[in-house]
């Protein structure tokens, strides 16, 4: 048996820039973090032939092209399995749909236990193209590659999406004292709202493909603020990140009618006025996580708490997509 995890991740800077619609005419930048909150994948081989799945659904099948779901269907199709014998099982610490990129760490969990089932090493930024090349490029999807590359390399990165479709991997340059604040006072809460992402960022990719001078206009902005957002981090200046973070979500809310709705502003200005500097939706909008950036993270806490919402806590993930068990 082989167990795959890879990390969920939050996005401190920038989100937005790294679709492809964007990034190829202007180029992308953002800063991620992968936290210790994960999705697991393992893979064993059956008594009998056939390819069993176990995930929220459950398929048995004879021939791989019968798989319903279709980021494995494309995962296996490019193993090249003549005589299928495999059963693969997904298990999460975090529901799908709350906005922390549990799409691409799935798909990261699934080829890395694949390859490792068949004895085959992949290293990082292969393992998040093979990722994005079956969601963006042979599924359709009108998502960005933040999920994959975070996923796989783990850490506090930041990422410079280029025109020609190659992505650059660096590290955050933030002090132990820094990221130890961060920890502490970034604090999510799951606002009970569960949603694909899809709608929001075809929207965004439409727009963007089509010349939107408006939806241009906010990306540039918000991929400037992924830059502030790095010098103030690096500068072990996390309030000013915090402020930056308002910022962005005000920018972010712009982008689209459906990003947030008049409870998620409720709780958000909620949370500004007690104890919060800065905060947004994590992921793609219209539910999920709020995550704030707190002054005073137990004010911010008990007032959370009173209005319903529960607090997912976390810390950072430093080591990527891995095997677990082999």
Not at 142 to 150: F, L, N, S, T
Not at 205 to 233: C, I, P, W
Not at 258 to 285: C, F, H, Q, R, T
Request: a negative charge; proline letters at 3%.
């Amino acid at each position: 048996m082989i167990i795959a995890r890879s990390p969920l991740r939050i996005t401190l800077g920038g989100g937005g820039t790294d679709l492809p619609s964007y990034y190829r005419d202007h180029e992308g930048f953002l800063i991620a973090a992968a936290i210790d909150k994960y999705v697991y994948v393992t893979v064993m081989r059956p008594f009998t032939e056939g390819v069993y799945l176990k995930y929220s659904d459950l398929e048995h099948v004879a021939t791989v092209d019968e798989i319903r779901h279709p980021i494995i269907r494309e995962a296996l199709r490019m193993q090249n399995l003549r005589t299928p014998q495999i059963e693969i099982t997904t298990l999460a610490d975090i529901p799908a749909g709350t906005g922390l990129g549990s799409s691409g760490s799935f798909t990261t969990a699934l080829l890395k236990s694949l390859h490792a089932h068949r004895r085959q090493l992949i290293l990082p930024q292969e393992l998040a193209e093979l990722a994005c090349h079956i969601e963006i490029d042979r599924l359709g999807e009108p998502i960005g590659k933040q999920d994959q590359y975070i996923a796989a390399y783990g850490g506090l990165t930041c990422f410079t999406f280029h025109k020609n479709d190659t992505v650059t991997a660096e590290p955050l340059k933030a002090s132990m004292e820094t990221l130890f604040d961060l920890e502490d006072n970034i604090l999510l809460f799951f606002t009970g709202y569960s949603r694909s992402a899809s709608g929001i960022l075809k929207d965004q990719k439409d727009r963007t493909q089509n010349s939107d001078n408006e939806m241009l206009t906010n990306l540039h902005f918000v991929k400037e603020l992924g830059y502030r957002s790095k010098d103030a981090l690096e500068a072990g200046d996390a309030m000013k990140f915090g402020e930056l973070m308002h910022d962005h979500w005000e920018h972010k809310k712009r982008r689209s009618g459906g990003m947030s709705n008049p409870k998620i502003d409720e709780w958000y200005e909620l949370g500004m006025k007690n104890g919060a500097i800065g905060g947004k939706l994590v992921g793609a909008g219209g539910g999920g996580f709020l995550m704030f950036y707190a002054a005073d993270r137990n004010k911010l806490r008990h007032a959370m708490s009173k209005a319903g919402l529960e607090e997912v806590r976390f810390g950072f993930d430093f080591e990527g997509t891995k095997v677990v068990l082999s």
